[in-house]
C-alpha cells in the first residue's frame, strides 16, 4: 500500500527523535515529511545587514552526526523520511550573499537527504516582478543545485505556489501546469537524468481553482511528492481533508474525488503526504492531536485503497 505520510512541523522534538517517531507511528502513518526548514530562516535573515550565519555552516560531517538520532528512529520505527522539505526562500533580493548561504544550506540538505534514505526534497521556485526574470532566477537556482542532486541521487521537487495582490490570491511560480513540465523536462534534459520532480500542493491548486484531476494528469509521472492539505479557498489554512464545504456543507470546495482519481489514472507511487501543520499547531488542543492526527492518515488510508484498487 502507498505509505501514509505527515509533515514533522508540531510533533517532532528533535531532543526527542525516538519518543517522536513513536508517536507518530502510533497515530498510523509509516512516512514522515521532514521539515529541514527549521533549520535555517532566510527571512530572518534578510532582516540583518550582517553576513549570514546559520546551523549549516557546520561541516557536512557535523551536520550528519546532527541528524543520526533522526535516521535510526525512523528505522527503528518503521517510519520512512518519504521527502524533506528544503529552507525557503532560497533567493533573497539584492542579498547575494543570503541567496549563496541559502544554496549551500540546500547542497547539505541533499547530502542528508541522501544519509537518511529521503528520496526528494521539495524546494520551492522563486517568484520575480516578470515572467522573464522569474524564469531566468530559477534556472539559474536549480542548475547551481543540480550537480549535488545528481551526485545523491536525491531528486529536487519544484512546487506550484500563489501569490497575492490587494488582499486577493494569485498566480505564483509553477501555478500553471504546463509552466511546470517545461521546468522539469527542461532541468531533466540538462542533467542528463531524472534529478527534478514536481511537488504539487494541493491547497495552493484549490486556493487558484485549479482542476486538479487534470493538474495530475497533465504532471504524469513528474509527479514525485505530494503536500496535501484543505482550504477555504480564500486562505492558505492548512486543514485536514474534507474540512471546508460550500453550499451550506453540501459539496467539499476542493475536488478531493478529482485528486484520488488523478492519482489512479497516472498510477502514482509517492508517499500520501499530509501539510496539515496547523491541525495540530493552531486548530486543535494537545490532547486530542492524536485522535486529529489518526483521522488524517485514516484519510490516507482510505485513498490508497482507493488508489491501488483494481
Not at 26 to 42: K, Q, R, V
Not at 46 to 54: C, G, L, N, T, V
Not at 243 to 264: P, Q
Request: proline share 5%.
Amino acid at each position: 500500500m502507498l505509505k501514509i505520510g505527515v509533515q514533522s512541523a508540531g510533533w517532532y522534538n528533535k531532543d526527542d527523535p525516538d519518543g517522536s517517531f513513536a508517536f507518530i507511528k502510533s497515530c498510523g502513518f509509516d512516512a514522515t515529511d521532514f521539515n529541514i526548514d527549521h533549520y535555517l530562516s532566510t527571512g530572518a535573515l534578510a532582516k540583518s545587514p550582517d553576513a549570514p550565519h546559520s546551523f549549516f555552516d557546520k561541516s557536512i560531517e557535523e551536520i550528519l552526526e546532527f541528524f543520526t538520532p533522526l535516521k535510526e528512529a525512523s528505522e527503528k520505527h518503521g517510519v520512512a523520511i518519504a521527502q524533506m522539505h528544503a529552507p525557503f526562500p532560497v533567493w533573497v533580493k539584492d542579498r547575494e550573499d543570503i541567496t549563496d548561504h541559502a544554496l549551500m544550506a540546500v547542497e547539505k540538505c541533499l547530502q542528508v537527504c541522501e544519509y537518511v534514505g529521503c528520496p526528494a526534497i521539495v524546494v520551492h521556485p522563486v517568484g520575480r516582478s516578470t515572467k522573464e526574470k522569474e524564469i531566468a532566477c530559477n534556472l539559474e537556482i536549480y542548475r547551481r543545485l543540480m550537480p549535488m542532486a545528481v551526485k545523491t541521487g536525491v531528486k529536487i521537487c519544484l512546487e506550484n505556489l500563489f501569490s497575492g495582490y490587494k488582499g486577493r490570491v494569485t498566480e505564483g511560480p509553477c501555478s500553471d501546469v504546463s509552466e511546470a513540465c517545461w521546468y522539469i523536462d527542461t532541468l531533466n534534459a540538462e542533467a542528463g537524468c531524472d534529478a527534478f520532480g514536481f511537488c504539487l500542493d494541493v491547497g495552493h491548486a484549490n486556493l487558484l481553482g485549479r482542476n486538479i484531476k487534470e493538474y495530475i494528469k497533465k504532471l504524469g509521472k513528474r509527479l514525485t511528492v505530494l503536500h496535501i492539505h484543505d482550504n477555504d479557498a480564500r486562505y492558505d489554512l492548512h486543514g485536514m481533508p474534507y474540512t471546508f464545504t460550500r453550499n451550506w456543507g453540501a459539496d467539499w470546495i476542493c475536488d478531493w474525488d478529482g485528486f484520488v482519481e488523478g492519482l489512479k489514472e497516472i498510477g502514482y507511487e509517492g508517499a500520501l503526504g499530509f501539510e496539515t501543520f496547523r491541525v495540530i499547531c493552531s486548530n486543535f488542543p494537545r490532547p486530542l492531536w492524536p485522535e486529529a492526527l489518526k483521522l488524517i492518515s485514516a484519510t490516507g488510508r482510505y485513498w490508497a485503497s482507493r488508489i491501488e484498487a483494481k
